[in-house]
T-cell receptor
Framework: GEDVEQSLFLSVREGDSSVINCTYTDSSSTYLYWYKQEPGAGLQLLTYIFSNMDMKQDQRLTVLLNKKDKHLSLRIADTQTGDSAIYFCAETDNAGNMLTFGGGTRLMVKP | SAVISQKPSRDICQRGTSLTIQCQVDSQVTMMFWYRQQPGQSLTLIATANQGSEATYESGFVIDKFPISRPNLTFSTLTVSNMSPEDSSIYLC??????????FGPGTRLTVL
């Protein structure tokens, strides 16, 4: 079955760049997503990338996809304290429906 | 994006009782999903709520424990039946709006004593 893995924790200083990494196993995934979850809140869709792309940029966010290595990353430029949250990567099944989530990476931004 | 609301936002329940969680979307959607997030864990899909037919459950989840209704294209309910402390989780509904996006509701935080 599908498996999505992330590192548990990342700590950066305010103003630095953050890079959160994710590996997945299902090569038939159509889309890959990044969600943000702040304490006590639901999931906010940050960005997503279609599987035939290798990069997508959206303001401070850059998503890189290495399909050969099944590796996805999220780079946050000029990280702010408000970026402190848990970040989940997720992939869809080949019908584009069910999401399989990674375990989440807790990002801590130090002032 | 999609505006999704859930009720209740949180509840504390006694074991053996049942709780029904409601999910309302601001426009019609074909696909609605229910997820569970256990404390400190990631999200796991419980079932896909289909309008006009029975829900499709993932491995490890059964209809008797988590009955789901989907009476129309903007609304769904998930019931957590005969609760035990192990059911304490955040329950989230999500919708597939376009071919490429899934949005989540704010979640219902359930504590079972």
């Amino acid at each position: 079955g599908e498996d999505v893995e992330q590192s548990l924790f990342l700590s950066v200083r305010e103003g630095d760049s953050s890079v959160i990494n994710c590996t997945y196993t299902d090569s038939s995934s159509t889309y890959l997503y990044w969600y943000k979850q702040e304490p006590g809140a639901g999931l906010q869709l940050l960005t997503y990338i279609f599987s035939n792309m290798d990069m997508k940029q959206d303001q401070r966010l850059t998503v890189l996809l290495n399909k050969k290595d099944k590796h996805l990353s999220l780079r946050i430029a000029d990280t702010q304290t408000g970026d402190s949250a848990i970040y989940f990567c997720a992939e869809t099944d080949n019908a584009g429906n069910m999401l399989t989530f990674g375990g989440g990476t807790r990002l801590m931004v130090k002032p | 994006s999609a505006v999704i609301s859930q009720k209740p936002s949180r509840d504390i329940c006694q074991r053996g009782t049942s709780l029904t969680i409601q999910c309302q979307v601001d426009s019609q959607v074909t696909m609605m999903f229910w997820y569970r997030q256990q404390p400190g864990q990631s999200l796991t899909l419980i079932a896909t709520a289909n309008q006009g037919s029975e829900a499709t459950y993932e491995s490890g989840f059964v209809i008797d424990k988590f009955p789901i209704s989907r009476p129309n294209l903007t609304f769904s309910t998930l019931t957590v039946s005969n609760m035990s402390p192990e059911d304490s989780s955040i329950y989230l509904c999500s919708v597939r709006r376009d071919a490429d996006t899934q949005y989540f509701g704010p979640g219902t935080r359930l504590t079972v004593l």
